[in-house]
C-alpha cells in the first residue's frame, strides 16, 4: 500500500481553506450529514485495535401521521489477516477473531444492521484460476461455521446481519455461488441471495468458480425495515438496482471487492446513483489492502505476470435517497462506518421527485420483452 492516499476527504481537508471546505462537501455529497456522537469506549476500542470508526446522521422532515422510522447502519471493510499461504483454518479463524471484535463495537454503539464485505472469510482469490485451495473456503449458507459464528453474534445483541460469503450448495449438485447469507435478530437464517452478474474483465475470473445467482432479486423484511444485497458487479447494472427497487427495497447493501485501477471512478457515482433513481438508502462497502499468492497469474492483457490483484481501496459509504451520502471511510484501513438514518425519507423522496411514478415499467417491459427475440430488430430510424 506505499504511496497509497488514506482518502479524498483528508487530501480536500489538507489543501481546502476551512471557510470553503463545508461548500466543497455540499457541492460533492449534497446535504452534509451530522456527526454522530460515539461512547468514548467505542472510540478507544477502535484505536486499540487500530481501525477506523467514523458514524453519520442522516435525517428526515418530521411527519404528522407517521413516527420516525430511525435505524443504525454498520458498514465493515477490512484486509485479510493472514498471508494467503497460510493454513486455511489459520486464516479464516483469523478474519472471525477481526470482524468479530468489530461487529460487537458496533454493537456497543447501537447498530442495528451490519454488512459484511463480499467473500468476507477468505482472500478475493478469484483472479488466480486456481481451484485448490480456494474452493476450500466454501461453507453452506444455512449452517456454515461463519453462519454459526455470526448467528451468535446477532441473537447476543439483536443485530442484523448480512454475511457475504463463497457458498457450496449442498442441496444441488454440490456447486458454488457467490452469496449473501442475512440473519436476522434472532439468530434465524432468515435467507440469502445470491450474486446476479459476474464479471469477466481484468483479474475477476469468477466464472471460473460460480456463475450468475438464481434467486432473483429477493428483499429481506426484517424488524428495522426492508433490506436486499446487490453484490459487487451487479452496481454496474442499473436494471439490478431498479428491480430491489420494485420489490420495495428501503436500504440495498452492495458488498463488494473492487481494485483502484479497475473502478474507483465509477465507486463515489454508482451506489449513490442508484439511491437516488431507486428513493432507497444504499451502501457500498469494499475491501482493504493488496493480497498476495503465491503463483503468478496473468490478465490476460498481454502485460507480465503478477502475484497481487492490485490495491482494494475501502472508502466504503452510505446514500441517501435525496442524493446526499457520507464522506467514505479510508482507502488504507480497516474501518466501521455507522450511520444512522431515518428511512420514512424514502417515501418522501417519492414523493418530492415522482421518480417510482414517472417510472413507465409497462414500457420498458415491452421494450425488454420484444428486445430478447431472436428476431428483434433496433428501434432505428434513418
Known amino acids: 500500500m506505499s504511496g497509497e492516499v488514506d482518502s479524498i476527504e483528508s487530501i480536500l481537508e489538507k489543501h481546502v481553506p ?18 454522530l456522537p460515539l461512547a468514548p469506549e467505542v472510540e478507544e476500542r477502535a484505536e486499540k485495535e487500530n481501525y477506523q470508526v467514523k458514524s453519520y446522521k442522516m435525517t428526515a422532515a418530521a411527519e404528522e401521521t407517521r413516527p420516525p422510522r430511525v435505524v443504525k447502519i454498520g458498514l465493515i471493510q477490512n484486509k485479510i489477516v493472514e498471508p494467503t499461504d497460510a493454513p486455511i483454518q489459520q486464516q479464516i479463524t483469523g478474519l472471525f ?11 456497543a454503539a447501537g447498530t442495528n444492521i451490519i454488512c459484511l464485505q463480499e467473500a468476507w ?16 473456503f466454501a461453507e453452506s449458507a444455512e449452517h456454515g461455521p461463519s453462519t454459526q459464528f455470526l448467528s451468535q453474534l446477532a441473537s447476543k445483541h439483536r443485530l442484523v446481519i448480512i454475511s457475504p460469503i463463497l457458498e457450496r450448495d449442498e442441496e444441488h449438485g454440490e456447486v458454488l455461488w457467490n452469496t449473501a447469507v442475512v440473519i436476522d435478530h434472532t439468530g434465524k437464517v432468515l435467507g440469502k441471495s445470491r450474486k446476479n452478474h459476474i464479471p469477466r474483465v481484468g483479474d475477476f475470473n469468477e466464472s471460473t468458480y460460480y456463475l450468475e445467482g438464481n434467486t432473483g432479486h429477493k428483499v429481506f423484511q426484517t ?6 444485497i446487490n453484490i459487487c458487479y451487479g452496481r454496474h447494472h442499473p436494471p439490478n438496482w431498479m428491480m430491489y427497487g420494485v420489490n420495495g ?3 440495498v447493501f452492495n458488498p463488494s471487492a473492487t481494485v483502484g485501477a479497475l473502478s474507483e471512478p465509477m465507486w463515489p457515482i454508482e451506489a449513490r446513483n442508484a439511491a437516488i433513481a431507486n428513493s432507497y438508502f444504499t451502501c457500498a462497502i469494499n475491501r482493504v489492502g493488496t493480497e498476495h499468492f503465491p503463483r503468478e497469474f496473468t490478465s490476460a492483457d498481454g502485460k507480465p505476470a503478477h502475484k497481487d490483484f492490485g490495491h482494494f481501496y475501502g472508502s466504503s459509504y452510505v446514500a441517501a435517497p ?24 424514502c ?14 415499467l409497462d414500457l420498458y417491459a415491452a421494450s425488454l420483452a420484444d428486445a430478447i427475440k431472436l428476431d428483434y430488430k433496433p428501434d432505428v430510424v434513418s
Open 18 to 35: 476551512a471557510g470553503e471546505l463545508s461548500e466543497v462537501y455540499r457541492i460533492l455529497y449534497g446535504k452534509l450529514p451530522s456527526s
Open 97 to 107: 477473531d477481526r470482524v468479530g471484535s468489530m461487529i460487537e463495537n458496533a454493537a
Open 121 to 136: 472469510t477468505m482472500p478475493f482469490a478469484f483472479c488466480t484460476r486456481e481451484k485448490d485451495p480456494w474452493t476450500q
Open 223 to 228: 424488524i428495522f425495515g426492508k433490506v436486499a
Open 249 to 251: 427495497a428501503e436500504v
Open 322 to 345: 435525496d442524493g446526499s451520502r457520507t464522506p467514505g471511510l479510508s482507502r488504507i484501513r480497516d474501518g466501521l462506518l455507522i450511520t444512522e438514518v431515518d428511512l420514512n425519507l
Open 347 to 360: 417515501r418522501q423522496i417519492k414523493d418530492k421527485w415522482g421518480f417510482r411514478m414517472t417510472q413507465r
